[in-house]
């Protein structure tokens, strides 16, 4: 069974940046599986912010498109999300998810397989 988890959250201040790494110790970052980062504060729902699934472009949540950017290097296993301009309201905790099928699949959390323990990021004004 996947492995992950995640690192690089923190506190900063509104307009910094962050990095999230994303490491799948069960080896299974590969096409044709969906990968992505939802984040969740308490009381909401968790909500996808971004995901991809090697075949098409990666897409993201209206809330943070042109700020964040997805990637993966299968090669280590791991699955990363960089985060500039980022505003109070990107306050959460953040989350790597794996799952079968098109990260349109992915985007739905009922289909997510595998999910990391989250890493808090706080964004102060």
């Known amino acids: 069974q996947e492995q992950l988890m995640e690192s690089g959250g923190g506190s900063v201040q509104a307009g910094e940046s962050l990095r999230l790494s994303c490491v799948d110790s069960?080896?299974?970052?590969?096409?044709?599986?969906?990968m992505g980062w939802f984040r969740q504060i308490p009381g909401k729902e968790r909500e996808w912010v971004a995901v991809l699934d090697g075949i098409r472009n990666p897409m993201y949540a209206d809330s943070v498109k042109g700020r964040f950017t997805i990637s993966r290097d299968s090669a280590k296993n791991s699955l990363y999300l960089q985060m500039n301009s980022l505003k109070p309201e990107d306050t959460a905790m953040y989350y790597c998810?794996?799952?079968?099928?098109?990260?349109?699949?992915?985007?739905?959390?009922?289909?997510?397989?595998?999910w990391g323990l989250g890493t808090q990021v706080t964004v102060s004004s």
């Open positions: 998810a794996a799952g079968p099928g098109s990260m349109y699949s992915c985007m739905d959390t009922s289909n997510i397989r595998n």
């Open positions: 069960g080896g299974a970052v590969y096409g044709g599986s969906c």
